[in-house]
T-cell receptor, first 113, second 116 residues
Framework: KQEVTQIPAALSVPEGENLVLNCSFT??????LQWFRQDPGKGLTSLLL?????REQTSGRLNASLDKSSGRSTLYIAASQPGDSATYLC????????????FGKGTLLTVNP | ETGVTQTPRHLVMGMTNKKSLKCEQH?????MYWYKQSAKKPLELMFV???????ENNSVPSRFSPECPNSSHLFLHLHTLQPEDSALYLC???????????????FGPGTRLLVL
């Protein structure tokens, strides 16, 4: 059974700092890994999707890496802004699970002005 | 309206009530999903519909009954719920519901449910 762990559970940084969020998964046989953002009381917004054959994806100030063999992914946020404050969720789509995404519990990020 | 919408946004119900959650997607997608997000727990998939056919029921109790009358609408009918069913219920959609999970899922804002 796939399990996804996100560390740290919460992170508070000053504005402008570069930061890294971590995600690990137990079963390396995955199709893809996704990073989502969730604002308080709201739904999820997809940030980046990395296919199993890829090593990284970039979108603006965000860069996500994937090391499938070690079961790890990182989300790098450059020059953080208060508007980046949200919960960041990692989810993997595993072989044999078809539509089922397995989510981590998320990292609550607070960027202080 | 664009994207994925959900109504109501907030719902309080007693354990003997019957209520329904509604989801509508305006993206022309063929697959729709119900997720449950409880406090301190990871997001859990409940149901998946592809082309109006249920293709996944993730061991969900029968007090939750989904309905997908067409590819744009998805309902979750609730009856005789328990307090532990209180959670944020999220709807999502994707283009094809592709077998190999290649797609991005687009989420609605959720319905915050409180069962008393």
């Amino acid at each position: 059974k796939q399990e996804v762990t996100q560390i740290p559970a919460a992170l508070s940084v000053p504005e402008g700092e570069n930061l890294v969020l971590n995600c690990s998964f137990t079963d390396s046989a995955i199709y893809n890994l996704q990073w989502f953002r969730q604002d308080p009381g709201k739904g999820l917004t997809s940030l980046l999707l990395i296919q199993s054959s890829q090593r990284e994806q970039t979108s603006g100030r965000l860069n996500a890496s994937l090391d499938k063999s070690s079961g790890r992914s990182t989300l790098y946020i450059a020059a953080s802004q208060p508007g980046d404050s949200a919960t960041y969720l990692c989810a993997v789509n595993s072989r044999g699970s078809n539509y089922k995404l397995t989510f981590g519990k998320g990292t609550l990020l607070t960027v202080n002005p | 309206e664009t994207g994925v919408t959900q109504t109501p946004r907030h719902l309080v119900m007693g354990m003997t009530n019957k209520k329904s959650l509604k989801c509508e997607q305006h993206l022309g997608h063929n697959a729709m999903y119900w997720y449950k997000q409880s406090a301190k727990k990871p997001l859990e998939l409940m149901f998946v519909y592809s082309l109006e056919e249920r293709v996944e029921n993730n061991s969900v109790p029968s007090r939750f009954s989904p309905e997908c009358p067409n590819s744009s609408h998805l309902f979750l009918h609730l009856h005789t719920l328990q307090p532990e069913d209180s959670a944020l219920y999220l709807c999502a959609s994707s283009q094809e519901g592709g077998r190999w999970g290649q797609e991005t899922q687009y989420f609605g804002p959720g319905t915050r449910l409180l069962v008393l």
